[in-house]
C-alpha cells in the first residue's frame, strides 16, 4: 500500500493533525483509518473488551490508557475479536500484549509499547469521551488514520484523490 498519512498530509495540510511520533505499528494492517470511538481508562481493559465486542466496521478505538507502561490493554484474544467485528484499528495510549499474534490479524494497531502483564479488570473508564495525548484531541465522531508513518486526526473523513 502507499504511504498513507504523507499523501493525506500533502492533499489536506490545513486540516488534519500530526499525533507526535512515539507509537509503534504493531498490527497486521499497516494502514488504516475510520471514526474515533473513545476510551479513557487506566490500567483497566473492561471497556475495550466491551466494545470490541460491538460492530465495529468503518470504526477506530482510540484508548486513552493514560501512556502506562505497566499493564497492556489490549492481547491477542481482544484484538481478534475485534477483528471478527470488522473494526479498522486499534490505538492505545499505554502498552499491547502478544505482539506477534496481533501482527498476523487483520486490523490496523498502534501502541507506545508492550508490556506482558495484563490489566485488572475493574469496570472503571469512560465511554466517548474527548482524549487528548500526543498533543492532538481526539473526539468521538472525528477520524483517524494511520500507517507506519504515524498517526494523524481531521474532523471530516478523508479521501484521496487519484493522481
Known amino acids: 500500500m502507499e504511504d498513507l498519512l504523507p499523501e493525506l498530509c500533502d492533499q489536506f495540510p490545513d ?27 487506566f490500567e483497566d481493559n473492561s471497556l475495550v473488551r466491551e466494545q470490541v465486542a460491538e460492530p465495529g466496521a468503518g470504526k477506530v478505538l482510540v484508548v486513552d490508557g493514560g501512556g502506562s507502561m505497566r499493564r497492556a490493554m489490549l492481547g491477542d484474544v481482544l484484538a481478534e475479536k475485534a477483528e471478527k467485528n470488522g473494526w479498522e484499528g486499534i490505538v492505545i495510549f499505554g502498552c499491547v500484549r502478544d505482539v ?10 498502534q501502541a507506545l509499547g508492550t508490556h506482558p502483564m495484563k490489566t485488572e479488570k475493574r469496570g472503571l473508564g469512560d ?32 479521501a484521496l484523490e487519484e493522481a
Open 15 to 41: 486540516l488534519v493533525q500530526v499525533v507526535e511520533p512515539m507509537f509503534a505499528n504493531l498490527g497486521g494492517r499497516e494502514a488504516f483509518g475510520g471514526e474515533i470511538v473513545t476510551i479513557k481508562a
Open 127 to 158: 465511554l466517548n469521551v474527548p482524549v487528548t495525548f500526543g498533543g492532538v484531541t481526539f473526539r468521538p465522531g472525528e477520524y483517524v488514520y494511520g500507517d507506519n508513518n504515524g498517526l494523524l486526526v481531521s474532523p471530516q473523513k478523508l
Open 100 to 109: 506477534n499474534a496481533i501482527g498476523s490479524l487483520d486490523i490496523g494497531v
